[in-house]
């Protein structure tokens, strides 16, 4: 396969994001395209790198989805019960 055929399907659009955006406003940036990777742009508008979703979920600290609160339940769902 050829990139050209992932670009054909997906559409050649880019998502950027400003070198001085928060990992926050990116991170909704992300969400928000359903993307993985953003292109970091200078002032100028120029490509100075990405930010993928690795680079985010590396940073210190971590943004995480809220852990499960299962507390309370009627039925605590366990794989013996499946």
Do not use: F, W, Y
């Not at 955006?21 to 928000?32: D, H, L, W, Y």
């Amino acid at each position: 396969m050829l990139v050209e055929t992932i670009l054909a399907t997906k559409g050649s659009e880019v998502a950027t994001a400003d070198s001085a955006e928060t990992i926050s406003q990116a991170v909704t940036r992300v969400e928000g395209n359903g993307i993985g990777a953003l292109v970091i742009i200078d002032k100028a508008g120029m490509p100075v790198g990405i930010l993928s979703e690795r680079d985010i979920a590396r940073c210190d600290p971590p943004r995480r989805a809220p852990a499960r609160h299962t507390q309370g339940l009627a039925h605590d769902p366990r794989p013996s019960d499946l």
